[in-house]
């Protein structure tokens, strides 16, 4: 079945779609320039930002946990959503309307952690309607979701850019999120009611919790963040190594991204495919060979020809890395569609926090080159972690 018709077929597929991809708009529209608007424009210091970045971030986590398992509790996933989702809106209208460092760090810490949850939120509602699919549209509708997160990088950010240039602030990107995040509330208040709990189905309680502690699992998202770390390193080296040794320039690196986005896009579908016949784990070792040896071409790459040329296979290779992990996660925590929605932010903290690491230590021991080898090795490490965990057989990859 095409797209098309799947979106036709499905109700909470279409608008939770277009939910993601307004999500997606509204965070693409301020991420690029948070850190010049916070810094330079509000007056925060570098320590500041940095303390504020790290707080929102654990908030963020926390607020999935929390809203994930009232929303399992209830089976209740279609109102914390849009409650998350105006909270959102309203988050980035405050910025904009009060400008002020505190302003900002009280927002960041606060509403925009809460819309941070609505991502994985979206999520947990299509895998709460899963016995509605049949198992190849479900695949295909998983395909169609992780595809929008990609797909609102590859212009927003740019499109932003160029309509703000000629001003002095960057502070009505903030106005622009909260327009789109007000526009993904009016459309993901066409989600369909939530499905009544199954019949037997226990209802979720603070126990739940303990399902973090499980050895299993905590293995499971270590793999997973290992492999996720890489992308961290990555948009931390790409643009020092094109304008250092590659001779390049920040244009270079607009560019650089905003191709890389599209070639994921495509090579999402494509390794969909793939995963039809493989497993994920399998998958995940084969993409992660592909972004080492990326990595590698980076990290010796003395002309922008080289960069590119390693930069379209490091797109082919970052299409799996970011979505073949999400339903593997989804599946992780059995009928909890929102706690198991939660280790989506669980993943991108515990990612970032090791991709600080490798960061930190693969500069110190070799340079940008060095940091760039070392999360290429990390990300197959993560790779090989789990296909010693869950083996070579293949699993449906379903919202399921």
């Not at 609505?118 to 895998?127: C, H, M, P, T």
Request: overall charge positive.
């Amino acid at each position: 079945m095409s797209f098309l018709a799947i979106l036709r077929r499905y109700p909470v597929a279409r608008v939770a779609a277009a939910g993601i991809l307004l999500f997606g708009f509204a965070g693409a529209a301020t991420s690029p320039y948070q850190p010049v608007v916070a810094i330079r424009e509000l007056g925060m210091s570098n320590a500041a930002y940095s303390v504020v970045i790290f707080a929102a971030a654990v908030a963020n986590v926390l607020a999935s946990i929390l809203i994930g398992l009232l929303a399992d509790r209830r089976a209740s996933y279609r109102r914390p959503i849009l409650v998350a989702t105006g909270i959102g809106a309203l988050g980035f209208a405050t910025i904009y309307l009060m400008p002020s460092a505190l302003v900002f760090a009280l927002v960041a810490v606060g509403p925009l952690a809460i819309y941070g949850a609505s991502n994985a939120l979206i999520f947990a509602k299509v895998r709460s309607h899963a016995t509605e699919f049949t198992r190849a549209d479900g695949e295909a509708v998983g395909a169609l979701l992780r595809m929008m997160i990609s797909l609102a990088w590859i212009l927003v950010p740019g499109a932003v850019g160029l309509l703000l240039a000629g001003g002095d602030s960057m502070l009505p990107a903030y106005l622009i999120s909260a327009v789109l995040a007000l526009a993904g509330l009016a459309i993901l208040a066409a989600l369909p009611a939530d499905l009544a709990r199954q019949p037997g189905t226990p209802r979720a309680g603070i126990g739940d919790l303990f399902a973090f502690a499980n050895p299993g699992l905590v293995l499971r998202v270590a793999g997973v963040a290992l492999a996720s770390s890489v992308l961290h390193v990555n948009s931390a080296v790409l643009p020092l190594i094109v304008t250092g040794r590659a001779g390049g320039t920040v244009a270079d690196v607009g560019v650089i991204v905003g191709y890389v986005a599209l070639v994921e896009v495509v090579f999402i579908f494509v390794w969909a495919a793939v995963c039809r016949r493989l497993s994920m784990q399998v998958a995940l070792v084969l993409c992660m060979a592909l972004y080492l040896a990326y990595l590698l071409g980076l990290a010796t790459a003395r002309a922008m020809p080289q960069v590119h040329a390693a930069s379209l296979l490091g797109g082919v290779a970052a299409a799996a890395i970011i979505t073949l992990p999400i339903p593997y996660l989804l599946g992780l925590i059995a009928g909890r569609p929102g706690l198991s929605a939660s280790l989506i932010a669980v993943n991108h903290f515990v990612g970032a926090g090791i991709g600080a690491g490798i960061f930190a230590l693969g500069t110190a021991l070799g340079g940008y080159q060095g940091a760039a080898i070392l999360a290429g090795l990390a990300g197959v490490l993560g790779g090989l972690l789990l296909l010693v965990l869950d083996g070579w057989r293949r699993q449906p990859m379903v919202m399921e």
